[in-house]
Nanobody, 125 residues
Framework: QVQLVESGGGLVQAGGSLRLSCAAS????????MGWFSQAPGKEREFVAA????????YYAASVKGRFTISKDNAENTVYLQMNRLKPEDTAVYYC??????????????????WGQGTQVTVSS
């Protein structure tokens, strides 16, 4: 069974940085495409970033492109989301997700069969 545990969230001032981590169960990161989604209060869960199973291709929402970077470490079985130049509108719970899809549409929630419990990111102005 795939298990995902996020960490690294917290409170940061606008313009600051955070690095989120998603620790996955054995071989998940190398065997699945991985994604990050965010959900602000009262809003739908939204796509943030994804990385292909082989780690070659990355995908980003327009709102974070150039500020956030997704990466993974197969040896550590961990996926990261480096978040720079944070804005108050980035405030949300951030979820890690894993997809076994062979032809991933990375920004679609239903592509991902496994989810973590989320980590809160709060950006103050």
């Amino acid at each position: 069974q795939v298990q995902l545990v996020e960490s690294g969230g917290g409170l940061v001032q606008a313009g600051g940085s955070l690095r989120l981590s998603c620790a996955a169960s054995v071989r998940t990161v190398s065997s699945y495409a991985m994604g990050w989604f965010s959900q602000a209060p009262g809003k739908e869960r939204e796509f943030v970033a994804a990385i292909s199973r082989n780690g070659v291709t990355t995908y980003y929402a327009a709102s974070v492109k150039g500020r956030f970077t997704i990466s993974k470490d197969n040896a550590e079985n961990t996926v990261y989301l480096q978040m720079n130049r944070l804005k108050p509108e980035d405030t949300a719970v951030y979820y890690c997700a894993a997809s076994a899809s062979g032809s991933l549409t990375p920004n679609k929630r239903w592509e991902y069969g496994y989810w973590g419990q989320g980590t809160q990111v709060t950006v103050s102005s």
